[in-house]
């Protein structure tokens, strides 16, 4: 089992920057790809961005492309999401996911994912 603790949401304006954590326990993290989603209540959860075991492949949505990054720290068991240039249109709560399988590169369809995180809430006012 993977255990998964985002942290990191909160209320920000247009323009501003936020910075979202994933802790993971229970597994090894260097082989685990991971992700990040988001979901708005009464739509699907959309892809954000991704991240290798190694950290040196990343994905990201057409939507955040240039506005996000994701990172590892492996040695610490954590994934982070900055997120720069906050739009309204980013206001969700955002899920981390652990992929348990050793795939080359990370995957971006949350069906792929084992694992989630309860989610935290990340609210851009206009």
């Known amino acids: 089992q993977v255990q998964l603790v985002e942290s990191g949401g909160g209320l920000v304006q247009a323009g501003g920057s936020l910075r979202l954590s994933c802790a993971a326990s229970?597994?090894?993290?260097?082989?685990?790809?991971m992700g990040w989603f988001r979901q708005v209540t009464g739509k699907e959860r959309e892809f954000v961005a991704a991240?290798?075991?190694?950290?040196?492949?990343?994905y990201y949505a057409y939507s955040v492309d240039g506005r996000f990054t994701i990172s590892r720290d492996n040695a610490e068991n954590t994934v982070y999401l900055q997120m720069n240039s906050l739009k309204a249109e980013d206001t969700a709560v955002y899920y981390c996911?652990?992929?348990?399988?050793?795939?080359?590169?990370?995957?971006?369809?949350?069906?792929?994912?084992?694992?989630w995180g309860q989610g935290t809430q990340v609210t851009v006012s206009s």
């Open positions: 991240i290798s075991g190694t950290g040196d492949i990343q």
């Open positions: 996911a652990s992929d348990l399988h050793y795939t080359s590169r990370p995957p971006t369809k949350a069906s792929a994912y084992d694992y």
């Open positions: 229970g597994r090894t993290f260097s082989s685990n790809a």
